[in-house]
């Protein structure tokens, strides 16, 4: 079943928050000195990144 334009548009709109969430975890993570910590924020990067894979996923 073929999207419409406004979820179209919702599409691109989470695809891009969740890069930028991805990018800014990364720095978090980069800036961290406690490893724990350090490594919460890549996890999350990560997770995000995956995510992100998915919502392109919806538009092929």
Request: aromatic fraction near 4%; hydrophobic fraction near 30%; charged fraction near 20%.
């Amino acid at each position: 079943m073929p999207i419409n334009k406004q979820e179209l548009q919702n599409l691109r709109h989470l695809i891009g928050s969740h890069e930028t969430c991805a990018n800014k975890l990364e720095q978090y993570a980069k800036q961290c000195s406690d490893p724990q910590c350090k490594q919460m924020f890549q996890q999350s990067a990560q997770s995000a990144r995956q995510t992100k894979q998915k919502l392109l996923s919806f538009l092929d």
